[in-house]
């Protein structure tokens, strides 16, 4: 799986995740093939970046890495903001927050 701009997709590239907008909507579906076009109307919808299947380019990010990476970068605060319905969730909550700590962060 790779992870693009959307600005360099090119016809025929095929969707490796389910697309949603911001608000968790269904945009397109995994599997759906991509046109040039259809990446001009998703950039106008405020979609940067898309997963396509396919192994990385070389000087490529793989997907999940980069999704890592981005994820460490927002405070655990607002990474559980809202999320923390059961027990179970605090628990896990708790258990990063001493993680972080004791890491230094």
Do not use: W
Not at 14 to 35: I, Q, S
Not at 42 to 68: F, K, T, Y
């Amino acid at each position: 799986m790779r992870k693009i701009n959307v600005k360099a997709v090119k016809d025929g590239m095929v969707l490796a995740e389910p697309l949603k907008n911001a608000h968790g909507g269904l945009l397109l579906e995994k599997g759906t093939a991509l046109t040039e076009t259809l990446a001009t109307r998703l950039a106008r919808l405020g979609v940067s970046r898309v997963c396509i299947e396919g192994d990385p380019e070389p000087g490529e990010e793989n997907a999940s890495i980069a999704q890592a990476s981005e994820i460490k970068k927002i405070p655990l605060e607002k990474l559980f903001e809202g999320k923390i319905v059961n027990n179970s969730m605090q628990k896990i909550y708790e258990a990063l927050t001493r993680h972080k700590e004791l890491e230094g962060g």
